[in-house]
């Protein structure tokens, strides 16, 4: 399996633009976690789905932030309009539950709101 | 609510000797996990270490053990024999166990640790 996948590892965006994270789970997982790591505030879980259904949003810091998972391999965390202020690396993590063994993460997006 | 603390934002260790990071957590659950994951200079984060609560036995992956204290609830990871490439934050993490759909992680800030030729 080639793990979790995240597209883009990098953007570098203009602030007011719409910026759009993708993720691809490790295949057979049910649940997905979207995190935002910043040197200030560490990781921050922002949303989680289960059976791609949204479990937990109560991390997405305000309206501008939104995330979808249309199926059981794919989800976006889209940014609309981004701010500067949400510059930081961008993980996504899957697991399969019922197993707890963690989570196995992607390698994050570095987004750079200029 | 649980709460994760490393109370060590920096270590440093010399090649080839040992370090122990502390975790301690606040909980009322009696079945949860814990775990340690590492994250290099190249950000991935990398599971490192899992212990089940109700495993009294400490759980060990190579150079990397834990010494458990379920009573002080203190998760503290030892890294023997210290490499370069041990040069990385290590973040501590707490899981409810038989939580359903609830899989979220507890996190703490991290310690940041480096190895020193």
């Known amino acids: 399996d080639a793990g979790v996948i995240q597209s883009p590892r990098h953007e570098v965006t203009e602030m007011g633009q719409e910026v759009t994270l993708r993720c691809k789970p490790i295949?057979?997982?049910?649940?997905l976690f979207w995190y935002r790591q910043t040197m200030m505030r560490g990781l921050e879980l922002l949303i989680y789905?289960?059976?791609?259904?949204?479990?937990?949003d109560s991390g997405m810091p305000e309206d501008r932030f939104s995330a979808k998972m249309p199926n059981a391999s794919f989800s976006t965390l889209k940014i609309q309009p981004s701010e500067p202020r949400d510059s930081a690396v961008y993980f996504c993590?899957?697991?399969?539950?019922?197993?707890?063994?963690?989570?196995?993460f992607g390698s994050g997006t570095r987004l750079t709101v200029v | 609510a649980q709460t994760v603390t490393q109370s060590q934002p920096e270590m440093s260790v010399q090649e080839a000797e040992t370090v122990t990071l502390s975790c301690t957590y606040d909980t009322s659950e009696n079945n949860y996990y814990l775990f340690w994951y590492k994250q290099p200079p190249s950000r991935q984060m990398i599971l490192v270490i899992r212990?089940?609560?109700?495993k009294q036995q400490n759980a060990t992956e190579n150079r990397f053990s834990v010494n458990f204290q379920k009573a002080a609830k203190s998760f503290s990871l030892k890294i023997s024999d210290s490499q370069l490439g041990d040069t990385a934050m290590y973040f501590c993490a707490f899981m409810k166990a038989n939580a359903g759909n609830n899989r979220k992680l507890i996190w703490g800030l991290g310690t940041s640790l480096a190895v020193n030729p």
């Open positions: 212990q089940e609560a109700y």
């Open positions: 993590a899957s697991t399969l539950s019922g197993f707890d063994y963690g989570y196995t």
């Open positions: 295949s057979g997982h049910n649940s």
């Open positions: 789905f289960n059976n791609n259904v949204p479990i937990d």
